[in-house]
């Protein structure tokens, strides 16, 4: 019954914290969490990191120009 | 955007403490690698959330425009970072300097805007959320420093 009564306050918790971030919230939680997870292999953790950050970069510089050619700065 | 900021503060701390691997420790190399492409997440996330405050009407295109000239100058100064590192610890340890001084910049040019007296944001809400937003990169940039000048000691 103990353990009953903290998952269901696990799941609460969780359900609050996915309300307040919204989905964007919830997508960055996500890709940190893969992100922190790292397997066995040093090199293929350190390839997947520089992988995803790279990534990250090309969104970010798309999304800022996309927006300066909108706004016209 | 204040949940937004909320949970860059909070994914921030999750970051620097929540590594963990399957087997074996986390090695300085790894640590310096994962914190720098959750810096470039962050980065990201936070650029779209300031456009998205800005197409909202919340504030205005010259008040975005500082932030998201920071943000874009993040992620090309860790692109340049990433090319370095993708050569492997050997190679990264011959161009040390460099590294060091990418990170600063992503670290001071943040504290710098932070300090040029709130972007020009009247309200002090919204000034305080670009402020944490803004801090969060500083505080990881120096978290990959820290880690970047132990894994050289290593």
Known sequence: ?73 | MRQRTSLVVLLTAITVGCIHKQSGPVSPWERVNVNLAALAQINEDIAKGVIAVQQAGTITVQQAAPVLNYQETVAKDHVALENILAAGSAQASSQSAEIQALLNEIKNQGTALIQSGGLGVKNPKSQQMFTQDLQGVVNLAEVVLADYQLAEVK
Request: glycine fraction near 6%; charged fraction near 20%.
């Open chain 1, 1 to 73: 019954m103990a353990k009953l009564d903290t998952l269901a306050k696990l799941i609460a918790e969780i359900l609050a914290a996915v309300t307040v971030a919204g989905p964007s919230g919830v997508e960055l939680f996500l890709k940190l969490e893969s992100l922190l997870s790292l397997g066995p292999n040093e090199q293929a953790n350190v390839a997947a990191a520089i992988k995803a950050g790279l990534a990250a970069d090309a969104e970010t510089i798309a999304v800022v120009e996309a927006w300066k050619q909108q706004v016209g700065v």
